[in-house]
Nanobody, 123 residues
Framework: QVQLVESGGGLVQAGGSLRLSCAAS????????MGWFRQVPGKEREFVAT????????YYTDSVKGRFTISRDNAKNSLYLQMNSLKPEDTAIYYC????????????????WGQGTQVTVSS
């Protein structure tokens, strides 16, 4: 079992920045590929970014490329999402997730999920 807890969400003006964190506990964090997803109420959950267990491989959805950066610190059992140049359309609940299989943009390949943190970007 892996427990994941997100933090760092909040209200920010368009063009601003936020850094999300995800603290992991339980089984060895470094064994898992990690990802960030987001969801707006009434809409399907959307892939944002993923990172391999080593941190060497990352992948982003097109809408956040060049603005968001996913990273991890295995020594601190932590995952991060640096979000710059935020837009109102980035408003959502952001979830971190862990996969024992591989880094992926498919939420079905993730075994563990956090409770989410709200990000609101005002125009």
């Amino acid at each position: 079992q892996v427990q994941l807890v997100e933090s760092g969400g909040g209200l920010v003006q368009a063009g601003g920045s936020l850094r999300l964190s995800c603290a992991a506990s339980g089984r060895a964090f470094s064994n898992y590929a990690m990802g960030w997803f987001r969801q707006v109420p009434g809409k399907e959950r959307e892939f944002v970014a993923t990172i391999s267990w080593s941190g060497r491989v990352t992948y982003y959805t097109d809408s956040v490329k060049g603005r968001f950066t996913i990273s991890r610190d295995n020594a601190k059992n932590s995952l991060y999402l640096q979000m710059n140049s935020l837009k109102p359309e980035d408003t959502a609940i952001y979830y971190c997730a862990g996969s024992s299989v591989r880094h992926s943009n498919n939420d079905r390949e993730y075994d563990y999920w956090g409770q989410g943190t709200q990000v609101t970007v005002s125009s």
